[in-house]
């Protein structure tokens, strides 16, 4: 590197390897305009090789533009005529490349003894433009699909019965990062569950992301889950997509109905559980991700995984620590605290105290609750909706339930044995009205008398034969 002793006072061989480390060119003048320096990305702008560059250094630095084929320009000697600095100034090599530079002067002991040309190659800039804008599309996607998912409105606290060993057992999971399966007919609370984890766990403070895999088709629940890229199929956003696997990252990802899940979304979502990565679609890239799983379903686990609906390697992926919830018809203990509970806002929102009578209290003690508490919860609403005044009569449960409590008290007294009755008297008397009920619904016809003896387990002969000996017509 030759240099004029001025020049050198501040420019040297550690200068020039700190210049080597920016990406905008570097190039020193001295105080006769001569190239004496040039950084590697100024060099790769030009295309100088390190020959060129050796044999220019110290030449006047108009030649060297010429040599070098770009567009000659006396930039260089306004500075040094005017001792002013030039921002912003647009040049362009022969081949087409752009650039913005700024010439500064260098005084010394009120001299101009060189100047510093700062180049910023357009291509660059604009590359560096277009992934700023990339960034601020991701963010602002981010910040749009991110809505309502940091917050958790449950925690352990609202649940009812902490002394259960499945709330034991689920307050242990959140201290470690295993995945967690919850198992437990709709309405237990699987979500409360879920949320109380995450809001418990060291992930607490990220987001906790749900989604039903019950409410999408194969192709949606695929770009919900990883997301897409521009253009990745027909109809497509053309800002692509971020996935449910990306807003999770640092949090916990709630996989409510997975059973519900097609077969080839299983595989890719085991894939993504053991490499801890995803891909969006249309994508050649993988995107690496920090998300615990907690799955959730209603089914019967153990007949899924027979009937090959479900994977076993992706079970057992997922329950590392298995949760069964209880159904509300086993917590009768709980009931009583569940009805209070769910009262609480009502009675704020309708300014009545509300109570049961006997027999709307009997009701709702002896009803199975197939929907659990969620049903429970609903149940209670319509009741307030409709009472007429701070009593709930069996006039305010809902159709199906006071329809549902008539037949099981019929079906009751039906296999109740009467007063004076004998045991086979009681049999006989609950056969014929079996069987008649039977013919009223299938109907008299051979056909219907052959669907008859299937629903009840028996040959057609033993079908005629009761009915014979029953003294039923049509046999």
């Known amino acids: 590197m030759e240099a004029s002793s001025t020049i050198s006072k501040f420019f040297n061989a550690d200068t020039a390897r700190w210049f080597d480390l920016l990406i905008e060119g570097i190039v020193i003048l001295d105080e006769k305009q001569r190239f004496v320096y040039a950084n590697q990305a100024y060099r790769n702008h030009v295309h100088m090789d390190d020959e060129t560059y050796a044999k220019y250094q110290g030449k006047d630095w108009i030649a060297v533009r010429r040599a070098i084929r770009a567009q000659s320009d006396s930039i260089s000697n306004k500075v040094f005529s005017t001792g002013r600095p030039i921002y912003n100034y647009h040049q362009r090599l022969n081949d087409g490349t752009e650039s913005y530079s700024d010439v500064v002067p260098y005084w010394d002991r009120g001299e101009i003894v060189g100047a510093i040309i700062v180049v910023r190659d357009i291509l660059s800039l604009r590359d560096l433009i277009q992934t700023v804008q990339e960034k601020e599309k991701y963010i602002s996607q981010l910040n749009e699909r991110v809505k309502g998912f940091y917050k958790?409105?449950?925690?352990?606290?609202?649940?009812?019965?902490?002394?259960?060993?499945?709330?034991?057992?689920?307050?242990?999971?959140?201290?470690?990062?295993?995945?967690?399966?919850?198992?437990?007919?709709?309405?237990?609370?699987?979500?409360?569950?879920?949320?109380?984890?995450?809001?418990?766990?060291?992930?607490?403070?990220?987001?906790?992301?749900?989604?039903?895999?019950?409410?999408?088709?194969?192709?949606?629940?695929?770009?919900?889950?990883?997301?897409?890229?521009?253009?990745?199929?027909?109809?497509?956003?053309?800002?692509?997509?971020?996935?449910?696997?990306?807003?999770?990252?640092?949090?916990?990802?709630?996989?409510?109905?997975?059973?519900?899940?097609?077969?080839?979304?299983?595989?890719?979502?085991?894939?993504?559980?053991?490499?801890?990565?995803?891909?969006?679609?249309?994508?050649?890239?993988?995107?690496?991700?920090?998300?615990?799983?907690?799955?959730?379903?209603?089914?019967?686990?153990?007949?899924?995984?027979?009937?090959?609906?479900?994977?076993?390697?992706?079970?057992?992926?997922?329950?590392?620590?298995?949760?069964?919830?209880?159904?509300?018809?086993?917590?009768?203990?709980?009931?009583?605290?569940?009805?209070?509970?769910?009262?609480?806002?009502?009675?704020?929102?309708?300014?009545?105290?509300?109570?049961?009578?006997?027999?709307?209290?009997?009701?709702?003690?002896?009803?199975?609750?197939?929907?659990?508490?969620?049903?429970?919860?609903?149940?209670?609403?319509?009741?307030?909706?409709?009472?007429?005044?701070?009593?709930?009569?069996?006039?305010?449960?809902?159709?199906?339930?006071?329809?549902?409590?008539?037949?099981?008290?019929?079906?009751?007294?039906?296999?109740?044995?009467?007063?004076?009755?004998?045991?086979?008297?009681?049999?006989?008397?609950?056969?014929?009205?079996?069987?008649c009920e039977m013919l009223e619904h299938y109907g008299t016809s051979t056909v219907a008398k052959k669907n008859i003896a299937r629903a009840l387990g028996i040959s057609v002969a033993t079908l005629y034969n009761k009915m014979k000996k029953l003294n039923i017509s049509g046999a």
């Open 152 to 435: 958790t409105r449950y925690t352990f606290e609202d649940i009812i019965g902490q002394d259960y060993p499945y709330i034991k057992l689920a307050k242990k999971a959140a201290q470690t990062d295993n995945s967690v399966f919850l198992i437990g007919e709709s309405g237990t609370g699987k979500e409360v569950v879920a949320q109380s984890i995450h809001r418990d766990s060291y992930r607490g403070g990220q987001s906790f992301v749900d989604i039903n895999c019950a409410s999408l088709p194969e192709t949606l629940l695929d770009s919900e889950l990883f997301g897409y890229v521009p253009g990745a199929f027909t109809g497509a956003s053309k800002n692509g997509k971020i996935g449910l696997f990306e807003l999770a990252n640092g949090g916990t990802l709630f996989l409510d109905e997975i059973t519900e899940m097609p077969l080839p979304l299983q595989s890719k979502l085991l894939r993504v559980l053991q490499e801890r990565q995803i891909r969006r679609l249309g994508d050649t890239k993988n995107i690496k991700v920090d998300v615990r799983v907690i799955a959730a379903t209603n089914q019967d686990m153990e007949k899924a995984l027979a009937e090959n609906r479900f994977r076993q390697d992706l079970f057992y992926r997922l329950a590392v620590i298995a949760i069964q919830l209880p159904p509300l018809r086993e917590r009768k203990k709980d009931f009583d605290h569940y009805v209070s509970y769910f009262l609480q806002p009502l009675e704020r929102q309708y300014k009545k105290r509300f109570r049961f009578s006997k027999e709307a209290d009997q009701l709702m003690h002896s009803y199975k609750w197939p929907g659990n508490i969620r049903e429970l919860q609903n149940v209670l609403e319509y009741c307030c909706m409709v009472a007429t005044s701070d009593q709930i009569t069996p006039a305010c449960l809902p159709y199906y339930m006071r329809q549902e409590m008539h037949v099981a008290k019929e079906r009751e007294e039906r296999f109740s044995a009467r007063p004076n009755e004998t045991l086979e008297e009681t049999m006989r008397r609950v056969e014929q009205e079996t069987i």
